[in-house]
């Protein structure tokens, strides 16, 4: 099993910043990708972003292009996401993944999860 916990979310204002960070523990020899995903109120969860094991390749919705990076840290076993500029439409709760595959584009590709945390940015 791989235990996957999340931190930075909170409140910012429109145009800020926020970086969220994700602690992979457990069987993580397993995982070919780490990534991110959200889910606002009466929404389906979508990807957000993703990155492979040695960081060669990575995803990322066009809404969050030029706005989020994504980054990985092996050493840490931790996964980031910095993003900048955000928009109010950026508002939901951001989970972190794992899977054995390379970059799923659909929530059913990654078999484990974080506990998630909160976004919320004011307009």
């Known amino acids: 099993q791989v235990q996957l916990v999340e931190s930075g979310g909170g409140l910012v204002s429109a145009g800020g910043s926020l970086r969220l960070s994700c602690a992979a523990s457990g069987r993580t020899f397993g995982i070919d990708s780490l990534g991110w995903f959200r889910q606002a109120p009466g929404k389906e969860r979508e990807s957000v972003a993703g990155?492979?094991?040695?960081?060669?390749?990575?995803y990322y919705v066009d809404s969050v292009k030029g706005r989020f990076t994504i980054s990985r840290d092996n050493a840490k076993n931790t996964v980031y996401l910095q993003m900048n500029s955000l928009k109010p439409e950026d508002t939901a709760v951001y989970y972190c993944?794992?899977?054995?595959?390379?970059?799923?584009?659909?929530?059913?590709?990654?078999?484990?999860w974080g506990q998630g945390t909160q976004v919320t940015v004011s307009s």
């Open positions: 993944a794992a899977s054995p595959a390379r970059i799923p584009t659909v929530a059913r590709g990654w078999p484990y």
């Open positions: 990155i492979t094991w040695n960081g060669a390749g990575t």
